[in-house]
């Protein structure tokens, strides 16, 4: 057992037990769920592992008491346990000092549980656990962008104006149900996780169902190369769309299997909103190329966020692995930037090429070649860049 300090649930065995209680009590009655959670806890450890023992116990016996549905069977075993020095072998060979911290904690547990509790509350549980729509699905919904913000302007995203946005309200998109994206589980209660519905969506704003046709619609594809992603998996937004079912089809292969992009139905604040989200993908804007109209400093974030793309952010990595890829993403910047610099002291001029938001940037100094740094892996939208800006010599 892991314990980082003397509190009751100052320990890795409470704490990957405490969901566990969470899930049982939601799913069970009180008798139930204590049955439950001592065969799960009994094919780990058992009373023979006094430290793994007293933790769980005594984590079990406070979290009921704070939902009030501790037990008397449970108080009592509970105190017999601290008055016993139950499971203070470890803390008397850390020391002096902390063995009379534990104690501290435990005699104010003992009166803690054996205190009048609250009236039984409501165990909640945090997850989507509704399994929505079936595989193959196409749903089509309502935007809602009357009274929002239009969330993606920026020197990166051209987006729309509000009066754009809002003259969306009430549209149609379409989204085709791929699976449903399972984690959190619960050892005890498979049926309590968290699931995420995974969608693809397509091109394409209707102004009725009726004006969809499933067939040959074309799906937006992420700049990272996956056109899936993820929506909480639960029907209260989708009927507040005014959803509809309007077709089913053998979905696709995944091309990868870790979903990474999300969007988000249930958030509406001042800096994202779905329908934001959506729109600056699927919204038809017409291609554009000219001169790079935005701040030096864009093109330096650019450079920063390819190089991320080429060789990731380094997640996972410890010590001298993460040290080593730290240097190289450091490196690879600072050699793109000083050659940018460069070119600019050559008297570079800036072109770009964009849609919804900038797809490209090219670097081009009078005579040479155009250098380019691309968000897009679209190489149509590089070869269009390039082509342009060698034309403007």
């Not at 930037?337 to 090429?353: C, Q, T, V």
Request: glycine share 6%; hydrophobic share 35%; with cysteine.
């Amino acid at each position: 057992m892991g314990a980082w300090g003397a509190g009751i649930t100052s320990n890795d065995t409470a704490q990957d037990l405490l969901n566990e209680y969470k899930a049982a009590f939601f799913y069970y009655d009180v008798a139930t769920a204590v049955k439950k959670i001592d065969e799960y806890v009994r094919t780990m450890f058992d009373e023979t592992d006094e430290e793994e023992f007293a933790a769980y116990y005594y984590s079990l016996a406070d979290f009921m008491w704070k939902k009030g549905i501790l037990t008397d069977e449970i108080r009592d075993r509970a105190v017999k346990m601290v008055d016993s020095d139950f499971g203070m072998n470890l803390w008397k060979e850390e020391g002096a000092f902390a063995e009379k911290e534990r104690r501290k904690v435990l005699a104010k547990f003992r009166d803690t549980i054996t205190s009048p509790q609250c009236a039984p509350k409501k165990i909640k549980i945090d997850y989507y656990m509704d399994d929505i729509f079936e595989d193959g699905e196409y749903v089509c919904f309502q935007l809602k962008t009357e009274g929002k913000p239009y969330t993606f302007r920026s020197d990166m995203h051209k987006g729309l104006t509000d009066e754009e946005f809002h003259a969306l309200d009430g549209k149609y998109v379409v989204f085709q149900k791929i699976k449903s994206h399972v984690s959190c589980v619960s050892a005890i209660v498979p049926e309590v996780c968290d699931r995420w519905a995974v969608f693809r969506m397509f091109y394409g704003i209707f102004d009725s169902p009726d004006d969809i046709k499933t067939e040959g619609l074309e799906q937006y594809v992420f700049d990272s190369g996956n056109p899936f992603f993820s929506v909480e998996s639960t029907m209260f937004h989708f009927k507040k769309r005014a959803y509809k079912v309007i077709g089913k089809a053998v979905p696709p292969e995944e091309t990868k299997t870790n979903v990474v992009q999300g969007i988000y139905l249930g958030i509406n604040r001042p800096h994202y909103n779905a329908d934001s989200d959506i729109l600056s993908k699927i919204y038809p804007f017409e291609l554009g190329l000219g001169p790079f109209e935005g701040k030096p400093d864009t093109l330096y974030n650019y450079v920063r966020s390819q190089v991320t793309r080429e060789i990731g952010y380094g997640h996972g990595l410890r010590g001298d692995k993460y040290k080593t890829y730290l240097e190289k993403y450091n490196k690879m910047i600072n050699e793109r930037r000083d050659k940018i610099d460069s070119m600019l002291a050559m008297g570079a001029k800036l072109y770009e090429i964009h849609e919804d938001r900038l797809l490209g940037i090219a670097v081009k100094v009078p005579g040479r070649k155009a250098e380019l740094y691309m968000m897009t892996k679209d190489p149509q939208m590089a070869k269009m860049l390039k082509e342009y800006a060698e034309k403007q010599d």
